[in-house]
């Protein structure tokens, strides 16, 4: 079962980061999704995602907890927490944080910008420091990224992300329009995948106009079998 939860916390993965030239970009309004993710039908557990702005910085929140059949065998909890700046439609990560709660052991891992392009790390007992280019964010930050930049209808999108002791590229390549229907509703959709170096593994990915560019799903399939998360709940926060 712990191979299932890894694939679980996949789903979790960066979908995105700020990078290229854009226009007509706005960061996302705040909200909170919650998401339920399923392997085969069965239930593996929920996503509960928030957002929110204060004073000029954002801080976003995602806790993941095993449900279901999973949760019989293992009593998982995650959360991520990325904390930042925001300038315009422009995110600056300062910190961004994931604490792993087995019930057993916890497992964490830390990421600071403590100069400009400048990344401090710890991660599984070793600790790194190095250089990124601008606009480097985490991989929890990165999704609002992807909500930002989604809107511009654009072929290709690539990002970077700190991550293991280095930036790395990631790219979305826009496969067309979808109509998706989750328990949240029935959504006209600009469908995305994830452009993997493993020919074992495809990420794709539906995000909704009608909610600010918010993923309402997204697929995974490793090694032939498929896990999906789709959205369940979603509440706006926009201003009246």
Do not use: W
Request: aromatic share 8%; net charge positive.
């Amino acid at each position: 079962m712990k191979r299932t939860f890894i694939f679980l916390l996949l789903l979790m993965m960066p979908l995105s980061s700020p990078g290229a030239a854009r226009d007509e970009t706005a960061l996302p309004p705040a909200f909170t999704a919650i998401y339920t993710v399923k392997k085969a039908g069965l239930t593996l557990g929920d996503v509960t995602i928030s957002l929110r702005y204060d004073n000029g910085r954002y801080r976003y929140h995602k806790k993941t907890r095993s449900r279901g059949l999973l949760a019989l065998f293992r009593k998982d909890v995650v959360n991520e927490t990325s904390e930042g700046r925001i300038d315009g439609d422009r995110l600056t990560m300062d910190r961004y944080t994931y604490v792993h709660e087995t019930g057993e052991r916890t497992m964490r891992h830390t990421i600071r910008l403590v100069a400009p392009n400048r990344i401090e790390e710890r991660h599984k007992g070793k600790e790194y420091s190095y250089h990124v280019p601008d606009n480097t964010l985490d991989r929890a930050s990165s999704e609002i990224a992807l909500m930002r930049d989604a809107r511009l209808d654009r072929p290709r999108l690539v990002y970077n992300i700190a991550e293991r002791g280095r930036a790395k590229a990631l790219e979305f390549i826009r496969l067309g329009e979808r109509e998706k229907t989750t328990a949240a509703g029935r959504f006209a959709c600009g469908e995305y995948r994830v452009n993997h170096t493993s020919k074992k593994r495809s990420t794709t990915l539906c995000v909704a106009p009608q909610l600010d560019y918010l993923p309402v799903t997204v697929t995974h399939v490793e090694k032939g079998t498929s896990f999906t998360m789709r959205l369940r709940e979603y509440r706006s926060e926009k201003a009246e």
